[in-house]
């Protein structure tokens, strides 16, 4: 279930905040792919992008809304696996963000969930 809770605007409008949940999969690679000879699974909830600031208009803020919570799911992914401060290549596919960190032989997806 989505935790739902309502701040109101300067407008006056109602703002819905809730939240969104992913999970990750942890796991070495062979050859570059995933190889999942060992795997660590997970979720994770953040809040949704309204708590980032994002307002729904064509402000530019969606964009930097998007970015802090990919920020705060990456840094809570990060900690929960024993990886913070560790720096590798992250790429976006879709609903997906995939992390390689550098020399280390191993791939951490980020997923979307409902």
């Known amino acids: 279930m989505k935790e739902q809770s309502k701040n109101t605007s300067k407008q006056g409008k109602v703002k819905t905040m809730g939240t ?17 000879c060992w795997v660590k699974r997970g979720k994770v909830t953040v809040p949704d992008l309204v708590h980032y600031g994002y307002t729904g208009s064509t402000d530019g803020s969606y964009g930097r809304a998007d970015r802090a919570q990919r920020k705060r799911i990456m840094t809570l992914v990060k900690r929960e696996l024993g990886l913070t401060g560790i720096k590798g290549k992250t790429d976006e596919y879709g609903v997906t963000i995939e992390f390689r960190p550098y020399g280390m032989n191993t791939v951490l997806f980020v997923t979307y969930c409902d």
């Open 20 to 36: 969104q949940t992913y999970e990750y999969e942890y796991t070495d690679t062979f050859g570059g792919d995933a190889n999942y």
